[in-house]
């Protein structure tokens, strides 16, 4: 098998742009509500960017892992079968598509589970024949975030000059110290090779499980602003009022489950009104 960066990497055609920004989503961890992996299928289907290049999975995924089958089928791959045929089986993947009037590389993929370094030379790799200067990922991790807010927003990036930089799009700065991913461990490679990398987190309610798409809209419109692009988000926005209100009426029927969020929400606004304080 083989696993050189060149061997692994497929391009496809080759764009060729000057100060480009490649914005990288990962399914996995840091994508809770599918935040990470939204906000990019979302800016891919609103830019109608083209895909061009990906990485093969096979080197750097594990498909059977050993253990109960609550644990083994994180790893599988999805299959659909029906009346007996098979319908599909999703592989994992992980596609590069440009969006070349805004000089802007997007990437879709699933955190690799092995070959870190060499998953991430394929990345930095094609960022060198893209023309790319800057690397954006976008994640989200479950906290005390009500689902009736948006959610707090956290950076960490490569160098101290991009910190004062991202703040100014209403950002915090984050300190963590746990399990590690992909993306920090890629951020620590770029300053070596060229670029800057900035890695925008959501806190989003860690109380609910699947697609939280006012956490998408809100992410979106985030990133919209930090790369200048005039997005049409009106069918995001009504899809994520009509997903809180839909939230917001099943927790009204648990009056615990209420209570709960009402005091995230008080907790959450008296944190935005010191912060506010200490920024005024």
Not at 62 to 70: A, K
Not at 76 to 82: A, D, G, K, N, T
Not at 239 to 268: C, G, H, M, P
Request: hydrophobic share 40%; charged share 25%; glycine share 6%.
């Amino acid at each position: 098998m083989t696993t050189a960066p060149d061997d692994i990497l497929r391009i496809h055609r080759c764009p060729t742009l000057e100060e480009a920004t490649l914005v990288l989503a990962f399914s996995g961890w840091m994508d809770g509500g599918n935040v990470s992996t939204g906000t990019v299928e979302r800016l891919v289907h609103l830019l109608s960017a083209k895909s061009f290049a990906e990485i093969d999975p096979e080197p750097f995924y594990i498909y059977s892992f050993p253990g109960p089958m609550e644990v083994a089928a994180l790893f599988r791959p999805h299959v659909e079968i029906e009346e007996g045929l098979i319908k599909t089986i999703r592989m994992p993947s992980s596609v590069f598509y440009a969006y070349e009037p805004a000089r802007l590389i997007l990437f879709l993929g699933k955190e690799p589970n092995l070959r870190w370094r060499t998953f991430a030379e394929c990345i930095l790799r094609l960022a060198h024949r893209v023309g790319v200067r800057r690397i954006l990922f976008v994640g989200s991790f479950g906290g005390s975030v009500p689902h009736t807010r948006e959610p707090r927003m956290f950076i960490s990036c490569s160098d101290a000059e991009l910190l004062a930089e991202m703040e100014a799009y209403g950002v915090r700065r984050s300190s963590y110290e746990g399990p590690g991913s992909f993306t920090t461990y890629l951020m620590q490679a770029t300053a070596a090779e060229g670029f800057q990398m900035v890695s925008l987190v959501a806190e989003i309610p860690g109380y609910l499980q699947g697609t939280n798409p006012l956490s998408i809209e809100a992410v979106t419109r985030r990133l919209a602003k930090i790369l200048k692009l005039p997005l049409e988000l009106d069918a995001l926005r009504m899809a994520s009022t009509e997903w809180e209100l839909k939230i917001s009426s099943i927790i009204e029927n648990d009056k615990d489950f209420a209570e709960k969020v009402r005091q995230l929400e008080e907790e959450y606004d008296t944190d935005l009104l010191q912060r506010g304080a200490e920024e005024g």
